[in-house]
């Protein structure tokens, strides 16, 4: 799920919106929004999701979980919406002032699979989750 600028927020999906209005907050007031009360179906399934956002065509922030950390998605956009706007150590935290133009992406992952060789994979369809001993990376 993408999001445009400006008029186009109107339009956005709805966990677009959430990753929008919780950056807000915290960015603007250092408030953490609390998931929604009756969360959509999509929102209340437990996966990992990644929140990405750029500027100007530029990454600005990138974070997410493969597999669910939280209670479920919406829970999951909070957190890594805050932390992509925050936390991301590549980038300076956001300001108050980046948030107009701001393109927010939201991608809730699948149930990852094993494929049985590297012949089966499609990276322009599938995005591939690396493992080396302990550490994991999509």
Known sequence: ???????????????????????????????????PEDPSEEMGE???????????????????????????????IIANAISAATRDPRFAPLTEGELENLEISVDVLTEPEEVPSADHLDPKEYGVIVECDRRRGL
């Open 1 to 35: 799920m993408d999001a445009g600028k400006g008029d186009d927020v109107k339009d956005e999906h709805p966990l677009v919106q959430l990753a929008r209005e919780t950056i807000a907050a915290y960015v603007c007031e250092r408030r953490v929004l609390p998931p």
């Open 46 to 76: 437990r996966r990992g999701v990644f929140v990405s956002l750029h500027r100007e065509g530029e990454l600005r922030g990138c974070i997410g979980t493969i597999e669910p950390v939280r209670g479920n998605v919406a829970e999951e």
